[in-house]
């Protein structure tokens, strides 16, 4: 006998059985739409491959889908998300590249958000998020109305840094459709894959469902009037780089390295990467760019220094400034009290304002329609 409000993929293959799937006539299951399913506790995530074209058409399927879903016992959070693919015969015919480059479809703003701005990294392990986190404080600190989206899906850090544990209630949007309610610490709004799951779980999921996920934490929360949404990206430059790429209209993106060679070579990756699907380089922060000995006073330069400034004019975009390696950061970052908030007079938190008012001089009033990727 099956354990009571377990759901399996067969209960969730059951219910879509009900649901019509692109064309109109085949159960989505049966369709070769349906692009990905899984569960998370009481939680249903699944894709659904369409023709980008037919988007608008085929919200309604979605919607049933949902219905569907949320109906079986046991479930109390569906995300049913649309994946556009590439209209078929769309693209280079089988002889080599075409004359015309194939365009992705543009992404739509979230309605009450002015500029959405991704932290990035090409490398894991540089401060990333840290960066994230406090630069999102500074630019409250200096006025605007911030929210943070963490869209790492597989190492969510936004719970920890922000000492937030609770989860996402629900609520009625204005469409009528359901949508969670952002977490909230330090005045700011907060969303993260980290609040749904527990923190110990391990996140196997497939690029559709890593879309899915990001999809649904950027349209189906209730953000409000925001001025900047800052996204904590996870390091590299795949799924989730290209999901919010396309997805919606970047204002721009920060790039955070360490000094060493090492990561500046990741760096310059994930650089070249905004810039090919036209999202503006606002600039690069070099992380832990020195060490100051708490005993002795001492400057060590532990991943050398300067590296990221070098980078930075050498591919002609911005040097936002330095944060040094220092245990106060570390060490209320890992307590959840993050130093912009902590300390805000301090000369750690004047770093973090400091790049906070670079940003908002390039971003003040420029806003940009949502970026066209081109597919060579």
């Not at 719970?159 to 977490?183: E, N, S, V, W, Y």
């Not at 950027?218 to 290209?242: H, N, S």
């Not at 970052?333 to 300390?343: H, K, M, Y």
Request: aromatic fraction near 4%; charged fraction near 20%; glycine fraction near 12%.
């Amino acid at each position: 006998m099956k354990e009571q409000n377990v759901i399996t993929e067969k209960d969730i293959i059951n219910a879509l059985h009900t649901v019509l799937g692109p064309d109109g006539k085949t159960p989505l299951p049966t369709s070769g739409a349906l692009s990905g399913l899984t569960t998370v506790g009481s939680k249903v995530f699944v894709s659904i491959a369409i023709d980008a074209a037919r988007q608008v058409e085929m919200e309604p399927m979605r919607r049933n889908a949902e219905a569907a879903l949320r109906a079986l016992p046991g479930v109390t959070n569906v995300a049913v998300t649309l994946t556009a693919d590439r209209p078929q015969g769309a693209g280079a015919p089988s002889g080599g590249p075409g004359p015309k480059a194939q365009a992705a479809t543009k992404g739509q703003a979230i309605p009450g958000i002015a500029r959405i701005i991704a932290v990035a990294s090409g490398k894991g392990g540089v401060g990333k998020s840290t960066t994230a986190v406090n630069l999102a404080l500074a630019l409250s600190a200096r006025g605007w109305r911030v929210g943070v989206l963490d869209a790492d899906i597989y190492g969510p850090s936004l719970p920890r840094l922000f000492g937030l544990t609770g989860k996402p209630q629900p609520a009625t949007g204005a469409d009528g459709g359901k949508k969670m309610l952002p977490l909230e610490a330090y005045g700011l709004k907060v969303m993260s894959i980290g609040f749904l799951v527990a923190e110990d779980t391990a996140m196997i999921w497939r690029g559709p469902m890593v879309m899915s996920a990001l999809t649904q934490m950027m349209r189906e929360v209730v953000w409000g009037e925001l001025d900047c949404l800052i996204v904590d990206m996870p390091p590299g430059t795949g799924d989730a780089q290209l999901t919010m790429a396309q997805g919606v209209p970047l204002a721009g993106a920060v790039i955070v390295s360490t000094p060493q060679d090492l990561a500046l070579l990741d760096a310059r990756r994930g650089i070249a990467m905004f810039q090919k699907v036209a999202v503006p380089v606002l600039g690069i922060v070099e992380n832990m760019s020195y060490f100051l000995c708490p005993h002795c006073g001492g400057r060590s330069d532990i991943f050398a220094h300067g590296g990221a400034r070098h980078e930075a004019e050498r591919l002609g975009v911005p040097f936002l400034g330095e944060v040094p390696l220092h245990m106060t950061i570390r060490e209320m970052s890992d307590a959840g009290r993050p130093i912009v908030a902590q300390a805000p007079q301090g000369e750690h938190a004047a770093a973090y304002l400091a790049i906070a008012d670079q940003v908002m001089g390039r971003l003040e009033g420029a806003q940009r329609a949502a970026p066209r990727i081109v597919i060579q």
